[in-house]
């Protein structure tokens, strides 16, 4: 199982991307966080910018799906998308995420 983390410009792109990658068995599950402080360079200038965090869970097979679907939908240039692998997680929640992702779960 993989769990990545994304930032969106604000909420409603977070929840746009979240739909999105649940209607299309990319992730079986969303979870955003409303607005965070985020601090970073672009272009050589220091940004302070409020975002919305996007968390997905979804499996190892479905993972470069979801990261170009996340791309096409992103109105970011460069966005942050990290994929980072659950070590642990109760059986069953495992179970369910590998069900609803991929062709084969509908």
């Not at 272009?43 to 097979?61: D, F, G, H, N, Q």
Request: charge should be positive; proline fraction near 1%; include cysteine.
């Amino acid at each position: 199982m993989l769990w990545v983390y994304v930032t969106c410009k604000n909420w409603r792109e977070a929840k746009k991307i979240g739909e999105t990658a649940v209607r299309e068995h990319l992730a079986a599950c969303a979870n955003i966080f409303g607005k965070c402080d985020s601090i970073f360079f672009w272009k050589r200038k220091l940004c302070k910018e409020k975002e919305a965090v996007l968390i997905l869970k979804t499996s190892e097979r479905t993972w470069k799906k979801l990261e170009q679907r996340i791309k096409q939908l992103h109105s970011y240039e460069v966005p942050c998308i990290e994929a980072l692998k659950v070590e642990r997680a109760e059986k069953n929640y495992l179970k369910w995420v590998e069900g609803e992702c991929g062709e084969d779960s509908d």
